[in-house]
């Protein structure tokens, strides 16, 4: 991980945890959605590395 991106994660997690304490039904909502996208990405992630075989 770069030095940026590590940053970025730091900064990501201190608003999130912010947004926790003083909105914890906003913070529960988004982490419901940052729960689906992440499993959605690694769905087709996973079918990028075992695609399929194609019938002809």
């Given amino acids: ?3 940026q991106k590590a940053e970025d994660v730091k900064d990501t997690a201190l608003k999130l945890d912010e947004i926790r304490t003083q ?3 906003d913070y529960f909502y988004l982490k419901g959605w940052i729960h689906c ?3 959605k990405a690694e769905l087709a992630d ?4 075992n695609p ?3 019938l002809v």
């Fill in 46 to 49: 996973n079918r990028q590395r």
């Fill in 23 to 25: 909105h914890p039904e």
């Fill in 52 to 54: 399929t075989k194609q």
């Fill in 37 to 39: 996208l992440l499993q």
């Fill in 1 to 3: 991980m770069t030095v």
